[in-house]
């Protein structure tokens, strides 16, 4: 997950949001979501699963992809079903610069992050958008776009042509139809940016609630592959937390946070001991607290405390 990223006031009264407004209210709420989503990056190009998006902007499937549809029809995005991958065509002229010099380091950085994608249907299209503007020298693409976002023209284009091509767009407001099936193809790449969106919530939680300066453990500033599998093992248990805390087994940012909050209220889980010989200089850290045994323990210590937080 981004630290940050830039979004300028001027987007309210810009040509398009203007045009988005005239597609109906979903189409901005939709925009600024992907400019600031929890999965996006500065590229403007990444996997957004129509669920969150659903979710974390309180519109619904059916708000959702309303919005999203008006995205695709005003040039601000393109969306591809399958892989669920979006393509903000601007956002990298937006979020890095509209052209970097040749020698400015950032173009090795874009060019990196651009080979570390996942495959997705518009690799091809961002390189041809932004070859010039960042000196990219590796073109990558990827023949896997079997159900794009398009429009009624475009669909009846398609049953005309008999073709299969990537996502485009038009003039029509059709919402979009969701594809209840992706390919198995496409689950590896969608478990990974899922797990890393939990373990960066994750990191993020703890260092926020427990980690020096605020508090007393030492922090969690490398996102690691052990750091990364133990986020990764502890999701079975934060599920069935979460079922039980919110009535959802999805795992939110908002879990984390109580999670940890929860680990803040126990002296011993929080660094402040006290801690026996021969282990008096021992802290817990992120991987301890990811454990299942103590995940469960302190979910036991918080569901037997009183309302004035005694433990009974």
Known sequence: MRDYG????????????????????EGPLVALYLMTSPMSNMLGLFCQPMLY????????????????????????????????????????????AASLKASDNRCAGIQKDYDGLPD?????????????????SNRRGWKGASKPLRSQEQEQEQEQEQEQTSSLRSDSSTPLALDPSPPPADLPARKAARIQQ????????????????????????VLNKPRAKAVEKSIPTAK?????????????????????AEADRDDFHAGRGP????????????????????????????QSADPEGHVA
């Open 275 to 302: 801690y026996r010989p021969p282990h008096e200089n021992w802290r817990p850290d992120f991987e301890y607290l990811l454990r299942e045994d103590v995940m469960a323990k302190l979910f036991d210590r918080a």
């Open 240 to 260: 069935l937390l979460c079922k039980a805390m919110y009535g959802s087994d999805r795992v939110t940012a908002q879990f984390w946070d109580d999670y940890f």
């Open 53 to 96: 998006m659903a979710h974390e902007t309180g519109l619904g499937l059916e708000g959702a992809s309303k919005g999203l549809q008006a995205c695709v029809d005003a040039g601000f995005c393109m969306y591809d079903i399958a892989s669920e991958t979006v393509f903000v065509v601007e956002m990298a002229s937006y979020q890095i």
């Open 198 to 221: 939990i373990a960066s919530e994750a990191q993020s939680a703890y260092n926020r609630i427990l980690a020096k300066p605020t508090g007393l453990l030492t922090a969690c500033t």
């Open 120 to 136: 997705n249907p518009f690799l091809g299209e961002f390189f041809d958008r932004y070859e010039r503007a960042f000196h990219l």
């Open 6 to 25: 830039k979004v300028a006031p001027k987007f309210w009264t810009g040509q398009t949001c203007k045009d988005l407004r005239g597609r109906g209210s």
